[in-house]
C-alpha cells in the first residue's frame, strides 16, 4: 500500500511538534511533578522572602522555596523543596540572605560541624533571626546612648567643678608654699651671714628640706589625678618648678655649710638635708616629664558577626603617661554581656607589649605596625580555657580604621568580625 504525500506532510509535521514540544520542555526545566523533599522553616519575618526563590546550603544553591504560608501564632512558615541527594545535617542555621543591599532575598543555610544526622523529608525547623536595617539603625542609637553615658560619667569624674576647684586650691597652696619658702630661704641666708649661727642654719635646712621632699611627694599624688584640660596642669608644672629650684638652693647652701661645721650632729643634719633636697629635686623632674607627656584616647568600633549575623560595640580609653608607657580602659560587647578590659603596656607604634585583663579574663597581648596603615594585634587570655585573638587594622582616613577580627583561632567555635573604628 503507498503512502500518500498528505499523510507523509502530517506524519513530519507530527514529530516536529513533538520535537519542539519537547526542546521547550528540556529548556524552562519544567517536570511533572516536583522533584526532592520538602523542609519546613518558621521565621517571625522573612524580610521579602517569595516563592520560587533560591535556597543555598553553604553558598551552593540546593533547591527553591516552594511556598510562603502566614501561621497567625508562630510567624511565616517557608517550605523548601531540597534537590534529591542534598543532606541538611540537623541543627544546621537557617537564615534569610540577599545578593547585595537591594539583591533578591534567599535563603541560608549554615551547616553545623556538631552532627551526624539528617533533616528528614517534611521536617520542620526555626529560622534564626538576623538584624534588618531598621532594628540595626536602633541598635546604634542605644549604642551612641550607651556610649554617650559612658563619656558623661567619665566627665563627671574628671570634670565635676567641685573636684577642679580642689584640685587647683591644693596646688595654688603648694606654690604658695614654695613661693613663701623662696623667701624664707633669702632670710635664712642673711641670718647666717649675720649672726654665724651655724647649727640652727643646720636645723632649719634639715627641717626645710623634709618639708620639700613631702610637698614633692603630695603633687606626686596629685599629679596622678590631674585632668590635664590646661590651666591645672599648668599650675602644676609651675608648683613643680618652684620645688625643683629650691631643693637646689637648699643642697647648695648645704653643701657650703658642709665643709665649715665640725659638730657631728651638725654634720649627720647637713647630710640628711642634702639627701632631702636631692630627693625632691629628683621627683620634681621626674614628675614634670610626666605632667608633659601625659595623653588620651578613646576609641569607638562597631563590628559584624559573619557567623551570627549580629552587631556589637567596643569603646576603650588609651592613656599615654610616657612615650613608651600607657594604659587601656575599655568595655567589649556593650549591652551583650560587656567585658572588661584593663592593661597595661610598654612600647611604640611599631611593637608594644601588653598584660592585664582581657574580656574580662587575665591575658597578654602584643601589637605590631605592618606599613603606614596595617597594624595587627594578638591577645592570648582565660587560663583556664585558652583563647587566641587576632586582630588587624587598616587605616583609610585620619583616625578611621577598617578592623577585622577571628576571636579563638585556637578554638572551634572561632568568632569573625569585620567592623569599623574611629578614634578621638
Do not use: W
Request: proline residues 2%; aromatic residues 4%; glycine residues 8%.
Amino acid at each position: 500500500m503507498n503512502i500518500s504525500t498528505e499523510a507523509k506532510v502530517g506524519s513530519m509535521s507530527l514529530i516536529a511538534c513533538m520535537l519542539l514540544v519537547y526542546i521547550v520542555i528540556h529548556l524552562s526545566g519544567f517536570t511533572f511533578g516536583d522533584k526532592g523533599y520538602p523542609v519546613q522553616a518558621v521565621f517571625r519575618q522573612v524580610n521579602g522572602i517569595k516563592e520560587g526563590n533560591i535556597v543555598r546550603y553553604a553558598g551552593v544553591d540546593v533547591g527553591r522555596i516552594k511556598e510562603v504560608r502566614v501561621l497567625p501564632q508562630e510567624g511565616v512558615q517557608v517550605t523548601m523543596l531540597m534537590d534529591p541527594g542534598v543532606k541538611i545535617p540537623e541543627g544546621s542555621k537557617f537564615l534569610i540572605g540577599a545578593d547585595g543591599l537591594m539583591g533578591e532575598k534567599y535563603i541560608n543555610i549554615i551547616p553545623t560541624d556538631h552532627s551526624s544526622s539528617y533533616l528528614l523529608p517534611n521536617a520542620k525547623v526555626k529560622g534564626e533571626e538576623i538584624q534588618g536595617l531598621d532594628e540595626l539603625i536602633a541598635s546604634s542609637d542605644r549604642v551612641l546612648a550607651e556610649v554617650h553615658d559612658l563619656v558623661k560619667s567619665l566627665n563627671e569624674i574628671v570634670g565635676d567643678d567641685k573636684v577642679k576647684a580642689a584640685m587647683k586650691n591644693t596646688i595654688l597652696n603648694a606654690q604658695e608654699i614654695t613661693d613663701n619658702m623662696n623667701i624664707m630661704m633669702g632670710n635664712l641666708a642673711r641670718m647666717t651671714q649675720e649672726n654665724g649661727d651655724i647649727d640652727v642654719t643646720v636645723k632649719n635646712l634639715s627641717a626645710m628640706s623634709r618639708s620639700l621632699r613631702e610637698a614633692a611627694a603630695r603633687a606626686e599624688i596629685m599629679m596622678q589625678a590631674v585632668d590635664n584640660d590646661g590651666q591645672t596642669a599648668r599650675d602644676l608644672q609651675v608648683t613643680l618648678v618652684n620645688i625643683k629650684n629650691t631643693s637646689i638652693r637648699v643642697e647648695k647652701m648645704a653643701a657650703a655649710l658642709e665643709g665649715v661645721v665640725t659638730d657631728p650632729a651638725t654634720a649627720q643634719n647637713i647630710k640628711e638635708t642634702l639627701k632631702n633636697a636631692r630627693m625632691a629635686s629628683e621627683r620634681a623632674n621626674k614628675m614634670l616629664t610626666k605632667v608633659s607627656s601625659i595623653d588620651t584616647k578613646v576609641g569607638f568600633e562597631t563590628l559584624y558577626n559573619r557567623d551570627t549575623g549580629k552587631y556589637s560595640s567596643n569603646a576603650d580609653l588609651k592613656i599615654n603617661t610616657s612615650p613608651t608607657d600607657f594604659a587601656i580602659i575599655g568595655v567589649s560587647h556593650i549591652g551583650d554581656g560587656s567585658k572588661g578590659n584593663f592593661q597595661v603596656g610598654k612600647g611604640n607604634e611599631e611593637f608594644a607589649g601588653r598584660a592585664g585583663v582581657i574580656d574580662s579574663k587575665v591575658g597578654v597581648g602584643v601589637d605590631t605596625k605592618i606599613g603606614k596603615q596595617m597594624s595587627l594585634s594578638l591577645d592570648v587570655y582565660d587560663p583556664q580555657d585558652v583563647r587566641v585573638k587576632l586582630r588587624s587594622l587598616y587605616q583609610v582616613a585620619p583616625d578611621t580604621f577598617i578592623v577585622g577580627q577571628s576571636d579563638g583561632i585556637n578554638k572551634q567555635d572561632e568568632q569573625t568580625y569585620f567592623g569599623v573604628r574611629r578614634n578621638f
